[in-house]
């Protein structure tokens, strides 16, 4: 079992920068890709970075590209979300997610991962 645990969320203006943690449990952590998606409200979950287990390579919503880069330190547990030029738009609770030994490479569909956050809220005024 992998357990997931967000930080870092809070209130920023248009423009300022976040950086999100997650810390997971597990002592095969290293070889779970691992994803950010986002949430507001009335929506469902978006899609927003995804890290193969390596740590080599990254891809990223066209929403976020350019502005947030998604990293990971296996040796701490953690995954990292970097953001940049925050926009209201962005305005979410974000989640963390493992993919699991199933994951079958679909990276920005939730179901292909196993295990989920709970969240941290990140809120930006405009």
């Known amino acids: 079992q992998v357990q997931l645990v967000e930080s870092g969320g809070g209130l920023v203006q248009a423009g300022g920068s976040l950086r999100l943690s997650c810390a997971a449990s597990g002592r095969t952590f290293s070889s779970y890709a691992m994803g950010w998606f986002r949430q507001a409200p009335g929506k469902e979950r978006e899609f927003v970075a995804h890290i193969r287990w390596s740590g080599g390579s990254t891809y990223y919503a066209d929403s976020v590209k350019g502005r947030f880069t998604m990293s990971r330190d296996n040796a701490k547990n953690t995954v990292y979300l970097q953001m940049n030029s925050l926009k209201p738009e962005d305005t979410a609770v974000y989640h963390c997610?493992?993919?699991?030994?199933?994951?079958?490479?679909?990276?920005?569909?939730?179901?292909?991962?196993?295990?989920w956050g709970q969240g941290t809220q990140v809120t930006v005024s405009s």
């Open positions: 997610a493992a993919a699991g030994p199933y994951y079958s490479g679909i990276y920005y569909l939730p179901h292909e991962y196993d295990y």
